[in-house]
């Protein structure tokens, strides 16, 4: 089946620092990535996504590469803010479930400190 | 458009008792997909929904758990009898179910149950 593994957390980081959240997948055929965020109190929103091999997801100065070779879609910025303290969630949907069912993983903790 | 709602926002009740939880889908979106978020376990998918109709439910925990989706416009997830071990949060996401796509959250429920 397909899964979906990122670093554990949580990840603290002072602010205008690097960002890198790991991520690899596992998956039959060819899946499209997705990063999801959620602030405290609230749902998951779409941060980024690519669909196909090489595709750079950005948003908001974030980054992801779909790197098939490596099955890997790691989460970039290169100078984080205090309003980015979320938690980040790597996922995938491919046929198997009509690209509309949704393996996420476990979550990313990103606390932000000035 | 005002987004995925989801009712009530926090719920608190006894073991034993039932209780209901209620979401109201993107006006258009034509999936519907109930998920848990708790600490040990992340987020799970419970159930979901296409053009009203039960698609998977696998991710449906025991018998004590129920959905439904009786119009396009409205579905509910009931619990009956709760147990302390069903307190999570509840998310409803709605997607329109064109191409590879995104799922749009609700706020969620904040379920408690003594």
Partial sequence: ?114 | DAGVIQSPRHEVTEMGQEVTLRCKPISGHDYLFWYRQTMMRGLELLIYFNNNVPIDDSGMPEDRFSAKMPNASFSTLKIQPSEPRDSAVYFCASSTGQGKNEQFFGPGTRLTVL
């Fill in chain 1, 1 to 114: 089946g397909n899964s979906v593994t990122q670093m554990e957390g949580p990840v603290t980081l002072s602010e205008e620092a690097f960002l890198t959240i790991n991520c690899t997948y596992t998956a039959t055929g060819y899946p499209s990535l997705f990063w999801y965020v959620q602030y405290p109190g609230e749902g998951l929103q779409l941060l980024l996504k690519a669909t196909k091999a090489d595709d750079k997801g950005s948003n908001k100065g974030f980054e992801a590469t779909y790197r098939k070779e490596t099955t890997s879609f790691h989460l970039e910025k290169g100078s984080v803010q205090v309003s980015d303290s979320a938690v980040y969630f790597c996922a995938l949907s491919d046929a198997s479930g009509g690209y509309q069912k949704v393996t996420f993983g476990t979550g990313t903790k990103l606390q932000v400190i000035p």
